[in-house]
């Protein structure tokens, strides 16, 4: 039998390996790490890739293994292995001959006595893994059916509910800690893992979990330190390393500590993972997708399927709270052959094998369809296609397509170009995108648009009937309560006052309130206000008195042109846009009617939208598009003014009054560029306190979704630029808004402004996280049923430090039940309730709609728009931006 003295970098092998430990991995390709030892116990690892075949392959710590035609690989001159074009794996019932097989190289699982458990535990399943939908057991299948039923099992009283729920109690428990450590006097190298020594311990502490069927998890990873629900007795290998779990006592770990919240929230996770496995389709607790479709499409080409996210936090007091979101998961019928007979275009589109046809489930990007025909010889397996589908195709399924011209495509089924390989586009099916999916099916699509928009009453009925189903937990025996709660929350209103400022000083709700129906007038007009407009000769007909409808709007809300001139383009190439551009450069702002974006990518002349964007971004002259479809539409005037009138420096309306003693708001945001696969930071949307926006600008590509701490530290210095410039003296207060996670050294950032307190002497950092968080309604008892809730309600954590809040909903008749925002304090002495204040009515100062605002803060929706438009070309990176061209 072979050994790992056999294997060879690039070449096949069949090799008998006994798994000895699970590395799961967060990773974009990389699924998971096996840990693996051959007959004479030398340490081999196997990556298994998200495409690979044995993406969802369940592998048992301790078992013996087969793997046949499994590659080489030399990576820092250890050999390991990877996943070969036709690998399979096999369970060996018992070791092969000539094996080392002890307790002492890898620690085996089985029935621990009750007395050993800190924890009260009952036997759980310790498949971590995917659990496919044909694995799935025969129970009744989850279903929205009855929600309403147990929702409504106790009264509820009036008032806004968080879409949550209490599992249980755990103030306190008692775990046992290990040190681990490894066997021999050369320690453990941290080059040897990703994240050093953190890394590894994270790792022992997953393969212990799989091991025991039972919470595991770091304690203190920088000093090997793990905490453990069952005592450790056995020895694992782990990268060559024998590693011993070294008891260092028991400890109690209690919810009011800050430092023992983290591992008691990732312990009951676990718990959780671990209550739903079977019963649904689980990769993590934020993917539980029901085990059948909820919907399937007439066409029968696609079917949804529901899919929770929950999200898992222990309050101060031991209560543990489960945030509950539900979505549709998408999968296709159909075969990627017949999206190509259907005419769609099949290059970057992503698939799957068919594992009703084909006997491994791998997932393959087209890279083309190529001319090959069934029966021609493969290069590597040296064999017709046809005669090595045998060993993964029913014989019938063959003969059909070598009767009839099957579609050959090549595959690319890893990151580099070794992993190109052809395929039967017959054996696969289309990963469903949104996109993908109007394209085969709009009805469908349409249908499930609608359906995920869920009014309350269903989303908290069907969430309600989810969670009636957790419990009791295999671990702890949680049995949650089916009904929503607000423990752990404090709930606040943003007062409903008229707190936008228009022209004279004179008041309002939001903007057609001021500039329509009280026709107050702009807060402040544009200083110069000269105007050209331009439109398609072909449309001059329909876009001349449009567009002499907007100036007299306007003029309606006291901002008419300082001087207005028009002509017609000509529809045609990119090149002759550009000129028409350059003439309008002695202009404040442009007014320009394009095609509709469909009919200009089905047109034989080049689209003038992107080119105008571009060309009038670099001369920096605002530009406001107008699509043919939409002249003679009054609805969008106000919207296309108000922008406008942003655009060219003027104040449509600005915040009357906001809390804090603020001076200036910053925000920043990274955008990615998927044709580059970079992100790009746009930071310095500088926002005075009134919610009039001083600056932008967008600054360096970033490596990641992280922002550059000097990037954010050279912003801060341009904030005090310009607001001295405008203030005649430096802030004395900013809050910074950060578009999700900061993913910088915060402590570090934080002693480098604090260095600079003679200049700013207060600070906060916050970042507005906009998935994830649990919806907000409103309950009408009277009704008995959940309704939308008002803009403006938050609930703010007790002894903690974020917030919810709802900037949209109310009278704004939203589709669905709103997505409150996260509102999370890294940094200051500002409270929350002042913090979603500020953050509600920094939604309301958006100036390109009249009637509604938007979701997110300008701080975070403007450095967003900006660092979209600096990624299309539209604005000059690097230079400070004034007004708001981007909106």
Same mark, same amino acid.
């Given at each position: ?316 007091? #031991?209560?543990? @709270?489960? =945030? $509950?979101? %539900? ?7 159909? +075969? &990627? ?5 259907? #005419?769609?275009? @099949?290059? =970057? $589109?992503? %698939? ?7 006997? +491994? &489930? ?526």
């Amino acid at each position: 039998m072979a050994v790992k003295a056999d294997i060879e970098d690039g070449e096949e092998i069949d090799i008998a390996l006994r798994v000895t430990g699970i590395d799961e991995w967060d990773h974009d390709t990389i699924a998971r790490k096996i840990q693996l030892e051959d007959t004479n116990g030398a340490a081999v690892d196997l990556t298994v890739f998200h495409n690979n075949e044995v993406a969802d392959f369940e592998w048992q710590i301790g078992e013996w293994y087969l793997l046949e035609n499994v590659v080489g690989n030399e990576f820092r001159d250890e050999m390991q292995l990877n996943p070969g074009y036709d690998l399979t794996v096999t369970l060996l019932d018992d070791p092969p001959a000539g094996s080392e097989t002890s307790e002492e190289s890898v620690g085996q699982s089985g029935e621990r006595d009750s007395s050993d458990d800190a924890a009260t535990t009952s036997n759980a399943s310790g498949r971590e893994g995917f659990v496919r939908g044909s694995e799935v057991d025969d129970r009744p299948r989850p279903t929205a059916d009855g929600g309403g039923e147990v929702l409504h099992q106790q009264p509820l009283s009036d008032g806004n509910y968080l879409l949550q729920f209490e599992l249980g109690e755990l103030p306190e428990l008692s775990v046992y800690e290990y040190e681990l450590r490894a066997t021999g006097s050369g320690g453990i190298d941290p080059d040897d893992f990703t994240n050093g020594i953190e890394g590894f311990t994270a790792k022992a502490a997953n393969y212990y979990q799989s091991q025991i069927g039972s919470p595991v998890t770091t304690a203190d990873a920088s000093r090997r330190r793990i905490y453990a629900t069952k005592k450790l007795r056995d020895t694992i290998s782990i990268h060559g390393y024998t590693v011993k779990p070294v008891h260092q006592g028991e400890t109690t770990l209690e919810a009011r500590s800050y430092t023992d919240d983290g591992p008691l929230q990732k312990f009951v996770k676990q718990d959780v993972k671990r209550a739903v496995a079977g019963r649904f389709e689980v990769s993590g607790i934020d993917s539980i997708i029901e085990p059948t479709p909820q919907r399937t499409a007439n066409s029968g080409l696609f079917e949804a399927y529901r899919k929770y996210k929950c999200r898992i936090r222990v309050d101060a007091d #031991g209560t543990v @709270i489960c =945030g $509950v979101n %539900v979505a549709y998961h998408l999968e296709s019928t159909f +075969s &990627a052959a017949e999206w190509v007979e259907r #005419g769609h275009d @099949i290059t =970057g $589109v992503t %698939v799957e094998h068919d594992t009703d046809l084909y006997d +491994s &489930a791998r997932t393959a990007t087209v890279k083309e369809i190529i001319d090959m025909d069934y029966d021609d010889v493969l290069d590597g397996p040296g064999v017709p296609m046809s005669e090595y589908h045998e060993k993964h195709v029913d014989q019938d399924v063959i003969d059909s397509m070598r009767a009839g011209d099957p579609i050959i495509a090549d595959l690319q089924y890893g990151s580099d170009e070794d992993s190109i390989f052809p395929q039967l586009l017959e054996y696969c099916k289309v990963i469903p995108t949104f996109d993908q999916l109007g394209r085969v099916d709009e009805t469908f699509l349409n249908v499930i648009h609608n359906e995920s928009r869920m009014k309350p009453e269903e989303r908290f009925n069907v969430v309600t009937s989810f969670v009636d189903l957790l419990g009791p937990t295999p671990c702890f025996g949680f049995d949650p309560v089916p009904q929503p709660t607000n423990d752990g929350y404090r709930e606040q209103k943003t007062p409903n006052i008229p707190n936008l400022r228009f022209g004279d000083g004179k008041t309002g709700y939001y903007g057609a309130g001021g500039l329509e129906r009280n026709e107050y007038g702009v807060y402040k007009a544009p200083e110069s206000f000269d105007i050209i407009a331009l439109y398609p000769e072909d449309e001059e007909d329909d876009a001349r008195p449009y567009v002499l409808s907007l100036l007299n709007k306007l003029a309606d809300y006291d901002a008419g042109p300082t001087a207005f001139d028009q002509e017609t383009y000509e529809l045609g190439s990119e090149f002759h846009y550009s000129q028409h551009a350059q003439n309008a450069s002695d202009y404040d702002a442009a007014l320009i009617v394009v095609p509709d974006a469909d009919e200009a990518a089905a047109a034989d002349y080049d689209d003038p939208y992107p080119e105008f964007k571009r060309r009038l971004g670099q001369l920096g002259v605002p530009s406001q598009m107008i699509s043919v479809d939409n002249l003679g539409n009054g609805n969008y005037r106000g919207n296309i003014c108000s922008s406008l009138i942003g655009k060219a420096g003027g104040v449509p309306w600005r915040i009357d009054d906001i809390p804090g003693g603020v001076d200036a708001f910053v925000g920043l945001d990274v955008t990615y560029d998927h044709a580059t696969q970079q992100h790009l930071g746009a930071a310095a949307n500088v926002i005075m306190a009134d919610g009039t926006i001083l600056a932008s600008e967008a600054v360096t590509k970033q490596a990641g979704e992280t922002f550059d701490e000097d990037d954010v530290a050279n912003v801060i210095k341009h904030v005090l630029e310009i607001f001295a410039e405008e203030e005649g003296r430096p802030p004395r207060h900013i809050v910074i808004h950060r578009d999700g996670k900061f993913y910088l050294d915060v402590e570090n950032l934080i002693d480098r402004l604090d260095k600079a307190r003679d200049l700013i002497q207060r600070f906060d950092l916050v970042e507005i996280r906009k998935s994830g968080n649990p919806r907000i309604a409103a309950y009408n008892e009277s009704k008995a049923r959940f309704e939308i809730a008002d803009k403006g309600v938050a609930f703010h954590v007790h002894n903690g430090d974020h917030s919810y809040l709802t900037t949209t909903g109310g009278k704004e008749g939203s589709p669905g039940t709103p997505r409150p925002l996260q509102i999370v304090k890294r940094h200051g002495s500002t409270d929350l309730d002042t913090l979603a204040q500020q953050t509600y009515w920094l939604s309301e100062a958006h100036v390109g709609s009249l009637s509604r605002s938007t979701r997110l803060p300008i701080t975070t929706y403007y450095a967003d728009k900006c660092a979209d438009f600096a990624m299309k070309g539209y604005l000059t990176k690097g230079s400070v931006i004034r007004g708001v061209p981007y909106i």
